[in-house]
């Protein structure tokens, strides 16, 4: 299994990035995919998920309204779309897969995670 995360970089606040995780691997169709982040001295916390079917997406609340999941079963790829970057989203982005489908905002839930791609806002 291999998740490879790509689209991270140098952004302006205020401006817009869009991540993405590429699978392999896996079952794609069924499985649940979460993004998490990991700023310096900090532990890595939930950001968003979504189940299976794409129809049930978690946030938390430090990025609703602003950052959208979204997945594209052709692809095999899981987005992330975040608009009005603040300096405090500066982080290391990393993508998970839950294999039973559901996508809950727990770490421990996900059983595969990538490397990770980097994302820094200017201020």
């Known amino acids: 299994v291999q998740l490879v995360e790509s689209g991270g970089g140098l952004v302006q606040a205020g401006n817009s990035l869009t991540v993405s995780c590429k699978s392999s691997?896996?079952?794609?169709?069924?499985?649940?995919f979460g993004w998490f982040r990991q700023a310096p001295g900090k532990e890595r916390e939930f950001v968003a998920s979504l189940t299976w079917s794409g129809d049930t997406k978690n946030y938390a609340p430090s990025v609703e309204g602003r950052f959208a999941i979204s997945r594209d079963n052709a692809q095999h790829t899981v987005y992330l779309q975040m608009n009005s970057l603040k300096s405090d989203d500066t982080a290391v982005y990393y993508c998970a897969a839950d294999v039973t489908g559901t996508g809950w905002s727990s770490a421990r839930d996900y059983n595969f995670w990538g490397q990770g791609t980097q994302v820094t806002v200017s201020s």
């Open positions: 691997g896996l079952t794609f169709e069924y499985v649940a």
